[in-house]
């Protein structure tokens, strides 16, 4: 029996309907209360980063800490795994695998290069660059049989061409490169505006020595401070959000969730064990104040 071309044609117009149909279908339970643009957001990520479908979202019994100045919302999807959706621009900043797939290299010394093509969809997905330069990558073992995972930081985050503290992305990776088991995206946050009076470098260095001299003598810091060096040269803009600061200064009431842009003044921190390390003190640009120091 001879089956009609048209007809053969026709099964195969079929088919491919309805396999588009299929994958352009959405979760099949979603909890009541989600925001119909985040479960898009989520949708969009799982596919254009993970390649793989959304069946289930809902809300977690107990949710994993936001980043931190962003507002965020996290969703458990597909019960085997966690996101965080950024309120504004709407995207995922943060997913992480419940069950992490560990797996040996897929070769003895993987070139950076290699690492950064398997996190080629996640970058383009957030807007990032994939400039080998501009990351740090290193595969670290979690078991005796030679599993583990890959560790993919960026060196540096930047907002207007200026250095954005504590900010920037982390991922890790499946050691065989396949799966990304988690990622962080500290979102930079644009700063707020300066007057036009703006302090000088050397200003900032007389202002953090001030106020170092200080909290040195004060009971409430466990440690002291020096300036690292006289050098101004040393000194550079950076852009701080208060949550980022580790050693806040609380004569000054900073608003939430703002960034700020300050010069960064090397400094020396010792505590009362007599150990010391290098840190940043941040002084704002126009106003002055010493926000506090990491």
Request: aromatic share 8%.
């Amino acid at each position: 029996m001879t089956v009609p071309i048209y007809s053969i044609y026709s099964i195969m117009l079929l088919s491919l309907l309805l396999c588009s149909l299929t994958a352009s279908e959405g979760p099949r339970y979603v909890q009541d209360g989600i925001d119909g643009a985040d479960v898009e957001c989520v949708v969009k990520f799982f596919r254009e980063v993970l390649h793989s479908d959304v069946t289930t979202i809902s809300i977690p019994s107990v949710c994993e800490s936001g980043v931190t100045g962003c507002v965020t919302i996290c969703y458990l999807v597909n019960n085997d795994s966690v996101v965080q959706v950024l309120d504004s621009p709407k995207m995922v900043i943060h997913y992480r695998r419940l069950q992490a797939v560990l797996a040996k290299p897929i070769e003895p010394k993987t070139p950076k290069g290699t690492v950064i093509r398997a996190a080629a969809p996640l970058l383009s997905y957030l807007g990032l660059l994939d400039d080998p330069k501009l990351y740090t990558a290193c595969f670290d073992k979690l078991d005796g049989l030679g599993n583990g995972e890959w560790f993919l930081g960026q060196n540096e985050c930047q907002v207007s061409d200026t250095p954005c503290e504590r900010r920037g992305l982390t991922v890790s990776i499946s050691g065989d490169l396949k799966s990304i088991n988690m990622f962080r995206y500290r979102y930079p946050i644009q700063p707020e505006k300066v007057s036009d009076l703006l302090i000088s470098p050397i200003d900032a260095m007389d202002r953090t020595r001030i106020w170092l001299q200080k909290i040195s003598k004060s009971d409430s810091f466990g440690w002291t401070g020096k300036l690292a060096c006289d050098n101004i040269s040393q000194v550079r803009k950076i852009v701080v959000i208060p949550e980022d600061i580790v050693f806040n200064n609380p004569d000054i009431q900073l608003r939430m969730m703002k960034a700020y842009l300050c010069w960064g003044v090397p400094i020396m921190l010792s505590d009362d064990f007599c150990s010391s390390c290098a840190g940043t003190a941040f002084v704002k640009i126009d106003s002055g104040e010493v926000l506090g120091a990491n």
